[in-house]
């Protein structure tokens, strides 16, 4: 059964640090493009930062460039969000996704998703 997880947020203050986690089971890790998104209610879901499954590759979103980075651990099948400076607009649900052999931009169908983590920034 495959199952995304994540883990690691909270209510913390501008300038903090969060690191989020998002556990993958059912599926063979090292093939997974592992994907960070995020969304507001009523704004449409940004994609934050992907690891593609080949490690070659990776891209943050302009607005959190500098501050977040995704990385992965294949012997503990989890892949993380760093998070550093969070800012209010920060403030958002946040998902882990997962496609086997995908490019990182690929259509969000393809993902599988997780349930999502809150993370909420407060000035």
Do not use: H
Not at 59 to 73: E, L, N
Not at 88 to 100: I, K, L, N, V
């Amino acid at each position: 059964q495959v199952r995304i997880v994540e883990s690691g947020g909270g209510l913390v203050k501008v300038g903090s640090s969060l690191t989020l986690s998002c556990a993958i089971e059912g599926l063979i890790f090292r093939r997974q493009t592992v994907a960070w998104f995020r969304q507001v209610p009523g704004k449409e879901r940004e994609l934050v930062a992907g690891l593609k499954w080949t490690e070659e590759l990776s891209t943050t979103a302009d607005s959190v460039k500098g501050r977040f980075a995704i990385s992965r651990d294949v012997s503990k099948e989890t892949a993380y969000l760093q998070m550093n400076s969070l800012k209010p607009e920060d403030t958002a649900r946040y998902y882990c996704a997962s496609c086997q052999y995908c490019d990182i931009n690929t259509r969000p169908e393809w993902y599988t998703w997780g349930q999502g983590t809150q993370v909420t920034v407060s000035s």
